[in-house]
């Protein structure tokens, strides 16, 4: 039973109601909970029973991966484990092999057993985090609300996490096999989880016949194109756009860019995916009409941070004359509601997910909003929406929520002039009105600071 609770992202200083939720773990070596992330996120309290055991045990975090979904917890009171028998983790299993998930799912107190077939084994997006893809094995199994965090076992061996659903469709289920299990697990071994290391290499079928003889590949349906790069340094010395992606690692990479992964033809980023952060890859590419061999160092990628799901850190806000900025992130834009992609800005989705990508030079180190108003007379007649971008405070540019406190803080002028995307919409302030007017907002609507950066 985890007792968690949210900031609010368009009102940061404030947080959403504690809410009740449960899902369902297992014991591993070491005497260690495996659950899922989603599961203790934003925990205050986590309580977990024993099968048949009435009694409530106090538990905490020990490791949380946001990225893959998976959490370790310790029990205070070992004499939870007493008895009980650490599960063993099996290997990937086979399409068409029978699983039995373990769990709690919704609708009764006792434990539930299902089985399913694998039915698929490839790349999904995971939910939790929102923004990152790792192998992922489909079954016909029911996976519901509370089954998350439960064993999914085949020969007595647990061969995978039961994690998430697809709304809509009926027998469809995903857990995290080992493969993804065994990474988190190593990557802990220092007493720190750092994360799945990204290349930011991003791959594109090459299998029009006349532009392989272009290039003068070898007729071996082999080699995927480099179609862009994430600007992390190492790769962006390494690697070109137009190489062509032969190997990573020991898994040769297909014309239709993916590798052989374990039996199952998979995207290339799985063979990516095997290395730890700070260990090196061997690539090799097609660059000029002859093979190069590349050692790329593997480290985590924060870049795209915004574009996810964010965990375990407050959002950020500066409020100044009732008017409240905070960076732009998915986040905040699921304020605007469920059907949010509908009803947003184009210039916002644009500037969250495909400014990076297409058009580095003008990217914003952390685009701001204007997040909210809270009304007061010294902002009355702002007529600029809220969740409009923040472009230029008194001429200068706005790259990140730190740009915004210096520019209204640092001027002498009578008026603030705030310009917006797009069409450079423009509304003015009184300088000394919005300073004396400060502290009355911030008491009015409860606010405890005026930022937090």
């Known amino acids: ?266 995207s290339a980023s799985a063979a990516f995916q095997t290395a730890q952060r700070g260990e090196s890859l061997s690539l090799k590419v097609w660059r000029q009409g002859k093979e190069t061999d590349i050692s790329l160092p593997m480290n985590v990628y924060e870049g795209d941070r915004s574009v996810g799901n964010q965990y375990d850190v407050l959002p950020r806000y500066f409020v100044y004359a009732g008017l409240v900025f905070t960076p732009l992130s998915l986040d905040y834009m699921k304020t605007l509601g469920q059907g949010w992609r509908d009803v947003a800005n184009a210039e916002l989705i644009y500037e969250l997910y495909y400014r990076r990508s297409e058009a580095q030079d003008s990217t914003r180190t952390e685009p701001v909003v204007l997040a909210s108003t809270l009304a007061h007379s010294v902002n009355a007649n702002f007529k600029i929406s809220n969740h409009a971008l923040v472009d230029k405070i008194d001429g200068v540019r706005i790259d990140k929520l730190e740009d915004v406190v210096r520019a209204f803080e640092s001027t002498t002028n009578t008026h603030h002039v705030i310009e917006f995307v797009p069409n450079h919409a423009f509304e003015t302030l009184n300088r000394v009105d919005a300073e004396a007017a400060q502290a009355e907002v911030l008491k009015t609507y409860g606010v405890p600071k005026d930022r937090r950066l």
């Open 1 to 266: 039973m985890t007792f968690s609770q949210q900031p609010v992202w368009d009102a940061p200083w404030r947080f959403d109601p504690v809410r009740r939720s449960s899902g369902s773990g297992f014991v591993i070596k070491g005497k260690r909970i495996m659950t899922n992330a989603h599961v203790v996120s934003w925990a205050k309290q986590i309580l977990v029973h024993r099968y048949q055991d009435p009694r409530p045990y106090l538990a905490r975090v020990k490791f949380i991966a946001h990225d893959c979904d998976l959490a370790l917890l310790e029990v205070e009171d070992e004499s939870f484990f007493s008895g009980l028998e650490p599960l063993k983790f099996g290997d990937l299993p086979k399409v068409r092999s029978t699983v039995v998930t373990h769990g709690y799912p919704a609708g009764g107190e006792q434990i539930s057993y299902t089985r399913g077939v694998v039915s698929r084994i490839e790349l999904q997006n995971y939910v939790h985090s929102g923004n990152r893809s790792f192998l992922t094995v489909q079954t016909d199994a029911a996976i519901n609300p509370g089954n998350s965090g439960g064993p999914v076992v085949q020969d007595d061996l647990v061969v995978g996490v039961a994690f998430q659903g697809m709304p809509g469709l009926e027998n469809t289920g995903f857990f995290i096999p080992p493969p993804v299990i065994h990474h988190f697990l190593k990557d802990i071994e220092d007493g720190f989880y750092g994360g799945f290391p990204m290349a930011g290499i991003r791959v594109v079928p090459l299998q029009n016949p006349a532009y392989r003889r272009y290039l003068r590949l070898p007729d071996n349906d082999l080699g995927a194109r480099v179609d862009s790069l994430l600007p992390i340094a190492a790769t962006e010395k390494l690697i070109q756009l137009d190489d062509v992606l032969l190997r990573v690692g020991k898994y040769e990479v297909a014309s239709d860019g993916t590798v052989l992964y374990e039996g199952n033809r998979v």
